[in-house]
Protein backbone atom coordinates (compact mmCIF):
# COMPACT_ATOMS: atom_id res chain seq x y z
CA UNK A 1 0.00 0.00 0.00
CA UNK A 2 1.16 3.59 -0.98
CA UNK A 3 -0.55 6.61 0.72
CA UNK A 4 0.17 9.92 -0.88
CA UNK A 5 -0.37 13.37 1.36
CA UNK A 6 -0.89 16.15 -0.46
CA UNK A 7 -0.49 20.15 0.70
CA UNK A 8 0.52 23.92 -0.83
CA UNK A 9 -2.92 24.71 -2.65
CA UNK A 10 -4.21 27.91 -2.21
CA UNK A 11 -5.59 30.87 -3.85
CA UNK A 12 -2.97 33.37 -5.67
CA UNK A 13 -3.25 35.98 -8.04
CA UNK A 14 -2.48 35.58 -11.73
CA UNK A 15 1.17 35.96 -12.53
CA UNK A 16 2.12 34.23 -8.65
CA UNK A 17 3.36 31.16 -7.74
CA UNK A 18 2.69 28.30 -5.59
CA UNK A 19 4.41 25.10 -4.46
CA UNK A 20 2.62 21.86 -4.38
CA UNK A 21 3.82 18.77 -2.04
CA UNK A 22 3.06 15.51 -1.83
CA UNK A 23 4.56 13.34 0.94
CA UNK A 24 4.53 9.75 0.39
CA UNK A 25 4.26 6.49 2.38
CA UNK A 26 3.99 2.98 2.64
CA UNK A 27 5.40 0.75 0.21
CA UNK A 28 7.74 3.61 -1.14
CA UNK A 29 10.27 1.25 -2.61
CA UNK A 30 7.61 -0.08 -5.07
CA UNK A 31 7.23 3.20 -6.79
CA UNK A 32 8.33 3.83 -10.35
CA UNK A 33 6.88 7.08 -11.13
CA UNK A 34 5.30 10.08 -9.75
CA UNK A 35 3.13 13.07 -11.33
CA UNK A 36 0.61 15.91 -10.74
CA UNK A 37 -2.63 15.76 -12.15
CA UNK A 38 -5.34 18.67 -12.46
CA UNK A 39 -9.10 18.84 -12.97
CA UNK A 40 -10.88 21.71 -14.09
CA UNK A 41 -14.74 22.32 -13.63
CA UNK A 42 -16.66 20.63 -16.61
CA UNK A 43 -13.16 18.79 -17.88
CA UNK A 44 -11.34 15.67 -17.34
CA UNK A 45 -8.27 14.80 -15.57
CA UNK A 46 -5.42 15.85 -17.18
CA UNK A 47 -1.01 15.33 -16.66
CA UNK A 48 0.53 18.23 -15.65
CA UNK A 49 4.31 16.46 -14.69
CA UNK A 50 5.80 13.57 -13.91
CA UNK A 51 9.16 12.32 -12.67
CA UNK A 52 9.88 8.81 -12.70
CA UNK A 53 12.60 7.15 -10.64
CA UNK A 54 15.77 7.95 -12.59
CA UNK A 55 14.95 11.74 -11.83
CA UNK A 56 13.35 11.98 -15.72
CA UNK A 57 10.63 14.59 -15.99
CA UNK A 58 7.67 15.44 -18.34
CA UNK A 59 5.21 17.84 -19.03
CA UNK A 60 1.60 19.25 -20.34
CA UNK A 61 2.61 21.71 -22.94
CA UNK A 62 0.57 23.83 -21.57
CA UNK A 63 3.17 24.10 -18.33
CA UNK A 64 6.16 23.68 -19.92
CA UNK A 65 8.35 26.66 -18.87
CA UNK A 66 6.27 27.66 -15.88
CA UNK A 67 5.86 24.26 -13.50
CA UNK A 68 8.82 21.95 -12.32
CA UNK A 69 8.28 18.92 -11.12
CA UNK A 70 11.23 17.76 -8.34
CA UNK A 71 11.72 15.22 -5.98
CA UNK A 72 13.44 14.60 -2.50
CA UNK A 73 14.22 10.76 -1.78
CA UNK A 74 15.84 11.48 1.26
CA UNK A 75 12.19 12.78 2.16
CA UNK A 76 10.10 10.66 0.14
CA UNK A 77 8.61 14.08 -1.18
CA UNK A 78 7.95 14.96 -4.75
CA UNK A 79 7.11 18.67 -5.41
CA UNK A 80 5.75 20.97 -7.61
CA UNK A 81 6.73 24.20 -8.29
CA UNK A 82 4.18 26.75 -10.17
CA UNK A 83 5.13 29.99 -11.23
CA UNK A 84 3.27 32.64 -13.72
CA UNK A 85 0.38 31.30 -12.87
CA UNK A 86 -3.13 31.80 -15.00
CA UNK A 87 -6.63 31.49 -14.43
CA UNK A 88 -6.63 28.63 -17.00
CA UNK A 89 -4.48 27.29 -13.78
CA UNK A 90 -7.31 26.94 -11.53
CA UNK A 91 -8.32 22.99 -10.80
CA UNK A 92 -7.87 20.78 -8.51
CA UNK A 93 -4.69 19.12 -8.46
CA UNK A 94 -3.43 15.34 -7.42
CA UNK A 95 -0.49 13.46 -6.45
CA UNK A 96 -0.10 10.11 -8.38
CA UNK A 97 2.02 6.94 -7.61
CA UNK A 98 2.77 3.99 -9.88
CA UNK A 99 4.07 1.04 -8.67
CA UNK A 100 6.83 -0.83 -10.91
CA UNK A 101 5.31 -3.98 -10.78
CA UNK A 102 1.62 -4.38 -11.25
CA UNK A 103 1.15 -0.37 -12.65
CA UNK A 104 -1.21 0.25 -9.28
CA UNK A 105 -2.08 3.78 -9.61
CA UNK A 106 -2.35 5.97 -6.74
CA UNK A 107 -3.93 8.63 -5.71
CA UNK A 108 -3.96 12.10 -3.02
CA UNK A 109 -6.62 13.48 -1.58
CA UNK A 110 -6.54 16.82 -4.28
CA UNK A 111 -5.68 19.79 -3.29
CA UNK A 112 -7.51 23.10 -4.07
CA UNK A 113 -5.28 25.69 -6.50
CA UNK A 114 -7.58 28.86 -7.76
CA UNK A 115 -5.65 31.59 -10.11
CA UNK A 116 -8.02 35.04 -9.54
CA UNK A 117 -7.73 37.17 -12.83
Known amino acids: QVQLAESGGGLVQTGGSLRLSCAAS????????MGWYRQAPGKQRELVAA???????NYADSVKGRFTISRDNAKNMVYLQMNSLKPEDTAVYYC???????????WGQGTQVTVSS
Open 26 to 33: GKIFSIYL
Open 51 to 57: INSGGDT
Open 96 to 106: NAVIATTKYNY
